[in-house]
Structures are given as C-alpha cells and as structure tokens.
Nanobody, 111 residues
Framework: VQLVESGGALVQPGGSLKLSCAAS????????MSWYRQAPGKARELVARITDTDSRTIYVDAVKGRFTISRDNAKNMVYLQMDNLKPEDTAMYYC?????WGQGTQVTVSP
C-alpha cells in the first residue's frame, strides 16, 4: 500500500487548491479514504472522509462548505478541493486509509 500526496502550495487567503492522493497496492473504491492535517504544535485532525460503499462524505466543521473530498476509481486517486482558504488552514495535509499514511503535502495560506 502506498499513498502519495501532491498539490500543496503557498496561496493567498480566499484562494483555492486541489490536493491529490495517488494510491497503489489497493483500490480506493474498496476502502474508506480520508484527508487529515497537522499544523505546527497541534495534533493531527481529520479534515474529510469518503466511505467505500456509498461514497458518503463527512467534514470537520471548520471546512464544511469550503472543502470537497472526491474519488476517481478509474485513476485510483483521491482529491481534496479546497476553496476560500483561510490562514488557519495552513498545515501539512495527509492522505490516509486504515493504518497507511502518505508523506504529506504542505499547504500555506498567507497574504
């Protein structure tokens, strides 16, 4: 199982980014897939999750209405579309399924 994130960048407040998670060794359609984030000095927190059976999504309250998690089964990819970004969204973002984690991709929101 391997997860590789990409798409992080420095962006101004109000901007958008789309994070990608390339999965290998398993099918993303068969597992619950999640995005977590960890800011400096803070605990890692769940940002968004998409279920395997019915693609139901859940979000942490801080990102509801701004972030969208999605999955492309044909490409074996998971995405996190982030709109109206705020400085408090600054963190390392990680793709996750079960005990497996990617290396993370840095998102920095700053003027």
């Amino acid at each position: 199982v391997q997860l590789v994130e990409s798409g992080g960048a420095l962006v101004q407040p109000g901007g958008s980014l789309k994070l990608s998670c390339a999965a290998s060794g398993f099918s993303v359609s068969s597992y619950v897939m999640s995005w977590y984030r960890q800011a400096p000095g803070k605990a890692r927190e769940l940002v968004a999750r998409i279920t395997d059976t019915d693609s139901r999504t859940i979000y942490v309250d801080a990102v509801k209405g701004r972030f969208t998690i999605s999955r492309d089964n044909a490409k074996n990819m998971v995405y996190l579309q982030m709109d109206n970004l705020k400085p408090e969204d600054t963190a390392m973002y990680y793709c996750n399924t079960g005990p497996s984690w990617g290396q993370g991709t840095q998102v920095t929101v700053s003027p």
